[in-house]
């Protein structure tokens, strides 16, 4: 059983930072993509940024300046580093992940989310 568990989430005014994590665990071969989306009330699920597993990473428009996404191979984690925070980026913030099980089945996988609240 593979799962993903997001951390860091929290409340913060404008201009403010957070950090956020997302462990990877289980029966784990490989991990491809991993990254973060975000969804807000009304809206659709939305992608914040993504990082390769050779470490490329890519960003949407609203997070670029802003927010920075890292990985750590070794410990099956991916972080999500925001700063500058505004009051649209609140939302429920979700990890993904692409993971090859030992099985040799591969499959996206989501965490449960995580709620940031930044006001203004």
């Known amino acids: 059983q593979v799962q993903l568990v997001e951390s860091g989430g929290g409340s913060v005014q404008a201009g403010g930072s957070l950090r956020l994590s997302c462990a990877a665990s289980g029966r784990i071969r490989s991990i491809n993509d991993m990254g973060w989306y975000r969804q807000a009330p009304a809206n659709t699920r939305e992608l914040v940024a993504v990082i390769s597993s050779r470490g490329s990473t890519d960003y949407a428009d609203s997070a670029k300046g802003r927010f920075t996404i890292s990985r750590d191979n070794a410990k099956n984690t991916v972080d999500l580093q925001m700063s500058s925070l505004k009051p649209e980026d609140t939302a429920v913030y979700y990890c993904?992940?692409?993971?090859?099980?030992?099985?040799?089945?591969?499959?996206?996988?989501w965490g449960l989310g995580t709620q940031v609240t930044v006001s203004s």
């Open positions: 993904n992940a692409e993971i090859t099980g030992v099985y040799y089945s591969t499959r996206k996988y």
